[in-house]
T-cell receptor, first 117, second 112 residues
Framework: DTGVSQDPRHKITKRGQNVTFRCDPISEHNRLYWYRQTLGQGPEFLTYFQNEAQLEKSRLLSDRFSAERPKGSFSTLEIQRTEQGDSAMYLC???????????????FGPGTRLTVL | GENVEQHPSTLSVQEGDSAVIKCTYS??????FPWYKQELGKGPQLIID?????GEKKDQRIAVTLNKTAKHFSLHITETQPEDSAVYFC???????????FGSGTRLQVQP
């Protein structure tokens, strides 16, 4: 059984560049979430998908951020024109939704640490 | 929106002692309260959770209690071991909203 995987694990970029991260959820999970975590803080919700539909976006998700989940499996998070304030750990999580699943157990990947110089 | 406060921010205990971490939440509609353990360089790991229809849940050395009236919940770790050293986060969510709102974390250090 493989858990949630994320790629790359680390990314260093210069301000103004675009970056893209990938997340592969647990195989049977139909919900996928993106969170951002800055040093010394808890994760903050960015967006989530159920299958391929993006159902909620946080106000933290500025128009420089875009997320996709084209086939309801893996997801990508792109940040355009990166700024130093984008430096953070970007975490992906997945969960299973269904008629018999009432609550929201989310399982996290190892994260992608982004450093913007 | 939901606000989750967590304390203490750091906690140091001797091996074998108990550790207690407390969280309060603001939205009375919240009904799901997970706890995560995060080790350095890793993603958060779900260790235990509690639903609003129960007051206490236990799993070996870990227990969580929930007081809906006071809107607070706590994590209890008994017989602590050095490998329990990590940052612990509480979180909350409510029916109809999938996002978890996290506390700011507690760094637990277990001294051998």
């Amino acid at each position: 059984d493989t858990g949630v995987s994320q790629d790359p694990r680390h990314k260093i970029t210069k301000r103004g560049q675009n970056v893209t991260f990938r997340c592969d959820p647990i195989s049977e999970h139909n919900r996928l979430y993106w969170y951002r975590q800055t040093l010394g803080q808890g994760p903050e919700f960015l967006t989530y998908f159920q299958n391929e539909a993006q159902l909620e976006k946080s106000r933290l998700l500025s128009d420089r951020f875009s997320a996709e989940r084209p086939k309801g499996s893996f997801s990508t998070l792109e940040i355009q024109r990166t700024e130093q304030g984008d430096s953070a750990m970007y975490l992906c999580a997945s969960s299973l939704a269904g008629a018999s699943v009432t609550y929201n157990e989310q399982f996290f990947g190892p994260g992608t640490r982004l450093t913007v110089l | 929106g939901e606000n989750v406060e967590q304390h203490p921010s750091t906690l140091s205990v001797q091996e074998g002692d108990s550790a207690v971490i407390k969280c309060t939440y603001s939205d009375s509609a919240s009904n799901y309260f997970p706890w995560y353990k995060q080790e350095l360089g890793k993603g958060p790991q779900l260790i235990i959770d509690i639903r609003s229809n129960v007051g206490e849940k236990k799993d070996q050395r870990i227990a969580v209690t929930l007081n809906k009236t006071a809107k607070h919940f706590s994590l209890h770790i008994t017989e602590t071991q050095p490998e329990d050293s990590a940052v612990y986060f509480c979180a909350a969510s409510k029916a109809g909203r999938r996002a978890l709102t996290f506390g700011s974390g507690t760094r637990l250090q277990v001294q051998p």
